[in-house]
């Protein structure tokens, strides 16, 4: 967008340095996350209302703002990319379902810290965002299977997913909606699962399986955990030859496998993948196998 005057009067009242504003208008961004202590439904609205062209905005910690912000965005901004709502308290499933209705382009989403989001907003998305390929769902105590199924049929080329449960572990997410993921997202590289306690080594080898391209798992619990053990760790190793990280805290994972995992940490890694690799010419995601 360009330099839109009254909206870089806004910025400047908030406190922003000149040089950050002019540079945020010219990008077609802005990040309000500094001034969440400020940032209120008037603002967004009046941003909304005076600048075209926006793609991505940030508004982490901006506790006074409601759905009406969002929906103001959502109506006016229908090429945004990438919206920040992590610990947006006040933000319900009405806001995200205007994003997904409105900004069908959306990419990037981060949910984290917004406890009303319930199956009816991911489900959304999941509908009308296809190119969706980072969601953050940390500490969505509504969310369960439902959610993360629709996710996995609509969304094929989700890269990045966080499910870890706030607070206290998380019981709604299980194996099902992991091997959806696995199935229908094999593009994904780096997934959150720590805390969710119905999760067994079944659909951590299905994501091993599934998504050969995958650098980052936590499978981290509060308590000891059953459920997780070292035939999950032996089937990433054998099947996810970029991985970087498994964090597997408090789980049955033994000694040997601990040391397994120290070993994927520091072995070579192949040359990086080309984007999409994991795509054939037809509709779908196609799994190429393991890669050279």
Not at 10 to 37: F, K, V
Not at 84 to 107: K, Y
Not at 263 to 281: A, H, S, V, Y
Request: with cysteine; aromatic share 4%; glycine share 8%.
């Amino acid at each position: 967008m360009t330099t839109n005057p009254v909206v870089f009067q806004i910025l400047r009242d908030l406190g922003m340095p000149e040089d950050e504003a002019r540079s945020q208008l010219e990008n077609n961004t802005l990040d309000l996350s500094g001034y969440g202590g400020i940032v209120g439904d008037d603002t967004v609205i009046a941003i909304a209302e005076n600048c075209v062209g926006l793609t991505s905005i940030d508004l982490e910690g901006c506790e006074y703002i409601t759905d009406a912000a969002v929906i103001a965005l959502a109506e006016r901004y229908a090429g945004l990319t990438t919206i920040n709502l992590c610990f947006c308290h006040n933000i319900t499933d009405a806001a995200v379902i205007a994003l997904a209705e409105g900004c069908a382009g959306l990419t990037t989403i981060d949910l984290s810290g917004c406890p009303n989001i319930t199956n009816a907003a991911v489900i959304a998305l999941s509908e009308n965002c296809a190119g969706l390929t980072d969601i953050n769902l940390f500490g969505g105590i509504y969310i369960t299977d439902a959610a993360v199924i629709a996710l996995a049929e609509g969304c094929a080329g989700l890269t990045t997913i966080n499910l870890e449960a706030a607070l206290c572990a998380c019981n709604n997410i299980t194996d099902a909606a992991v091997i959806a993921l696995a199935e229908g997202c094999a593009g994904l590289t780096w997934i959150n699962l720590a805390f969710c306690n119905n999760i067994t080594d079944a659909a951590v080898i299905a994501l091993a399986e599934g998504c050969a391209g995958l650098t980052w798992i936590n499978l981290e619990r509060y308590e000891d955990c059953e459920n997780i053990t070292d035939a999950a760790v032996i089937a990433l190793a054998e099947n996810c030859e970029y991985l970087k990280k498994i964090n597997c805290d408090r789980t049955k994972v033994s000694a040997t496998g601990r040391q397994l995992i120290e070993d994927i940490k520091t072995r070579p890694k192949p040359p990086p993948l080309e984007e999409g690799w994991w795509m054939d010419d037809g509709p779908g995601p196609q799994c190429k196998g393991m890669m050279n």
